[in-house]
């Protein structure tokens, strides 16, 4: 009979982190959507490329077909559209060091080492803008593990910055297309003012 209370003390400790287990894999499930209908809704369309900081509101989506890339944060309240052609590079760094990077005309820096243990994995996308130049997703923070599900590890998260690092150097490959100049059409040519009185009836 001693045991009983033991058991059932267990049985409610797991029930608890079952319970606590769905709700977060449930919030994250919910973040990725609510993310997804931002960047959608932005891009005018779905993306066909998403990458997500999980945990912390933070995403980024690109759409081939209309040429446009977009950023999001506080779960999608808040995003920036930029032209894919504005992507100037981007950097993974771990730990605050970079470990690679690739930027337009320039020679790829690869990601040549993993680091299992890392406190900090953090993917930067650079743009050619002078008011928002770059945009950090924290693919890792150290923490994160026991709050996401039993794969995401550290190494992973450096994965996953690696496959976009390689995308974006594809993207990056892709010549700027020249802007469409637009030829404006001449102004019509001005009436005379109006007057009063025609001709005729000044010399009657």
């Known amino acids: 009979m001693t045991e009983f209370p033991q058991l059932l ?3 409610v400790l797991a029930a608890v982190a079952v319970t606590a287990a769905g709700s977060l894999v449930a919030y994250y499930i919910q973040e990725s959507r609510t993310l997804a ?3 959608k809704q932005v891009l ?9 900081a999980p945990g912390r509101g933070r995403a980024a989506g690109f759409n081939f077909q ?7 944060w506080d779960g999608g309240e808040w995003c920036l ?10 950097e993974i760094t771990i730990d605050g060091i970079v470990v690679a990077r690739a930027f337009r005309n320039e020679q790829r820096k690869a990601l040549d080492q993993t680091v299992p243990d890392a406190s900090r994995v953090t993917l930067r996308l650079i743009f050619d803008d002078p008011h928002y ?6 693919l890792w923070v150290v923490g994160d593990r026991g709050r996401r599900r039993g794969e995401d590890t550290a190494t992973e998260a450096i994965r996953d910055a690696n496959r976009w690092m390689a995308r974006a150097e594809a993207i ?8 469409i100049a637009t030829v404006r059409p001449p102004p019509p040519p001005r009436s005379d003012p109006p007057t ?9």
């Open 9 to 11: 003390l267990l049985a």
């Open 37 to 39: 209908r931002a960047l």
């Open 44 to 52: 005018g369309g779905h993306p066909d490329a998403m990458i997500i």
């Open 66 to 72: 209309n040429g446009t890339c977009a950023v999001a």
């Open 81 to 90: 559209v930029y032209r894919i052609d504005e992507l100037a590079g981007a």
């Open 133 to 138: 130049p770059d945009f950090e997703l924290d």
């Open 172 to 179: 990056l490959r892709h010549p700027i297309a020249p802007p």
């Open 196 to 204: 009063l009185f025609d001709d005729d009836d000044r010399n009657l």
